[in-house]
């Protein structure tokens, strides 16, 4: 597994408020906003091994590929993919992370 900069309970934190984000956008918004570019590169790759685009072996060119594509907001970028909560989940899950337990830890 790779060491990453965004740490788990992040992602469960974002999982969480991916599932509603009718109610909750601004706080996903600025809560993203808030992470820095490596987090944020972290955190479209994750996103991308969760929905088959990359291998969990092939983390580093995911990782490499989100930080050379970054062209619009984080945010507005992974608000975009309607089933974000469920790819974030499969991709901790691939990179051997529990996302429950990432999940859980949120409260």
């Not at 309970?9 to 918004?29: C, F, S, T, Y």
């Amino acid at each position: 597994m790779p060491a990453l900069e965004i740490s788990p309970v992040k992602v469960g934190q974002i999982i969480i408020l991916a599932r509603d984000p009718g109610r909750v956008e601004a706080e996903l918004d600025e809560f993203i906003a808030a992470m820095n570019e490596d987090e944020q590169a972290e955190l479209v790759a994750l996103m991308w091994i969760g929905r088959g685009a990359f291998e969990a072996d092939d983390w580093d060119e995911a990782l490499a590929t989100a930080r050379g594509q970054a062209t619009t907001p984080t945010a507005d970028y992974l608000k975009g993919s309607p089933h974000l909560a469920d790819h974030l989940e499969a991709g901790l899950d691939a990179l051997g992370i529990d996302p429950e337990e990432a999940e859980d830890a949120v409260y």
